[in-house]
């Protein structure tokens, strides 16, 4: 998670009218970081008007830069996938950027479709790494261990570095299938992991209204000594960073936009998700204020 002096918390009424992405493109899941003075974007890409399902469509990442959140400049593509590797050869799916020893680090989903195709969701997923010394050349690294038997992976990687344990956690949605669950690993370097395990376990019926991927975009922060797990739809509250996240707490309010992140500016906090139609998706933040264990957003 970006953290900064609360001096660079952008206008309320700037951010209330952003709606980026870049030209001819668009934005889905995505992740910042901060280096030299400058926020730097990595999000899927694709041509606007195409979905995932389409070729040539969320088969590579864009990289977008800005000096303050609001405007944005595109500056390139990084990554692809491997048409011969074994782990992200089909697409490539949410990135999630993290600064460790100088040398930064991106976890994705790689998707490789199985063969034969039966249906346009057969396909296996795999947390890939890669490695950066300037965020523009990125040399991949062999991909991240596949959980236990009898625990699925999905998508949508998130790494907390606990200050207090010195360790590294990557989360994804898993468990006993690709909807209700949140796995996470351990780690001191982030080249080698513990087995994977559930963290988090939601239930359909504790849903207020339906949803198809609940605990998509998982997203840990730790707030006045309370860690909060953000998903999607609502979020769970916990006090160890690998496995102590119970219940499950709707937002008070619907909010437009899914594949959500936060980025922390002293106590206050800018939450950013992606917004409009298909293939039209773009990126749009507003401001997420916790108090106690409630949160709630300024929009």
């Known amino acids: 998670m ?4 609360e001096s660079y918390f952008p206008s309320l009424e700037a951010i209330s009218k952003l709606h980026y992405a870049p030209e001819g493109e668009f934005v889905k899941d995505h992740s910042f970081v901060y280096h030299n003075g400058l926020f730097h974007l990595f999000s899927i890409s694709g041509p606007a008007g195409t979905t995932w399902q389409d070729s040539g469509s ?7 830069i800005s000096s303050d959140l609001v405007n944005w400049e595109f500056t390139e593509h990084v990554l692809a996938i491997n048409w011969y590797g074994k782990e992200d050869k089909s697409k490539i799916w949410a990135p999630f950027v993290i600064e460790h ?8 989903s790689g998707i490789s479709y199985n063969e034969p195709r039966k249906s346009p969701g057969d396909y296996t ?12 050349t990125w040399e991949k690294r062999p991909a991240v261990p596949p959980p236990p038997e009898g625990i699925v992976e999905c998508q949508d990687a998130h790494v907390y570095h606990d200050a207090e344990t010195g360790k590294f956690y990557l989360y994804c949605i898993g468990g006993s299938n690709r909807v209700t669950g949140v796995i996470v690993r351990t780690s001191t370097d982030l080249e080698t992991w513990r087995p994977a395990k559930v963290c988090f376990r ?12 609940p605990t998509e975009s998982p997203f840990v922060l730790k707030h006045e ?35 959500c992140e936060v980025l922390r500016f002293g106590n206050r906090y800018l939450r950013s ?8 998706y773009r990126l749009v933040m507003c401001e997420m204020q916790i108090e106690g264990l409630d949160i709630r957003f300024i929009t």
């Open 101 to 108: 020893n100088g040398v930064f680090h991106i976890f994705y």
């Open 225 to 259: 000594g309370n860690l909060f797990l953000l998903l999607n739809d609502g979020y769970a509250v916990g006090n160890e960073p690998d496995g102590g996240f119970t219940g499950f707490r709707p937002y008070g309010q619907r909010l437009p936009g899914f594949a």
């Open 125 to 136: 997923i795999r947390t890939c790494h890669a490695v950066s010394k300037d965020l523009k």
């Open 273 to 280: 998700a992606v917004h409009g139609s298909r293939g039209y």
């Open 2 to 5: 970006i953290v900064c002096d």
């Open 202 to 213: 939601i239930r359909l019926e504790d849903m207020p209204y339906r949803s198809t991927h």
């Open 58 to 64: 969320e088969e590579r990442f864009s990289h977008s």
